[in-house]
Nanobody, 124 residues
Framework: QVQLVESGGGVVQAGGSLRLSCAASGRTFSSYTMGWFRQAPGKEREFVALINWSGDSTYSAASVRGRFTISRDNAKNTVFLQMNTLKPEDTAAYYC?????????????????WGQGTQVTVSS
């Protein structure tokens, strides 16, 4: 069992930056693919970015590519999402998730463990 706890959300003006963190419990964290998803009110949960177990392969959604960067520190059991040049449409609850199979899926259903989410609000 893996427990995930996100932090770092908040309110920021458009053009600003935030860094989200996701701390994981469990000795097998370093073998999992980790992903970030977001969900705005009234919308479906959408994929943001993923990173493979070693951190040398990442993939981001087109809507955030070039602005958001996913990274991980396996020694600290933590995955990060650096968000720059934030836009009002980035406003959402952000969730980290773990894929035990180590895949590269952008589908939420393929992830086994989820955090409780952290709210990001971008004002215009």
């Amino acid at each position: 069992q893996v427990q995930l706890v996100e932090s770092g959300g908040g309110v920021v003006q458009a053009g600003g930056s935030l860094r989200l963190s996701c701390a994981a419990s469990g000795r097998t964290f370093s073998s999992y693919t980790m992903g970030w998803f977001r969900q705005a009110p009234g919308k479906e949960r959408e994929f943001v970015a993923l990173i493979n177990w070693s951190g040398d392969s990442t993939y981001s959604a087109a809507s955030v590519r070039g602005r958001f960067t996913i990274s991980r520190d396996n020694a600290k059991n933590t995955v990060f999402l650096q968000m720059n040049t934030l836009k009002p449409e980035d406003t959402a609850a952000y969730y980290c998730a773990a894929d035990r199979q180590g895949g590269r899926s952008r589908l939420a259903a393929h992830y086994d463990y989820w955090g409780q989410g952290t709210q990001v609000t971008v004002s215009s």
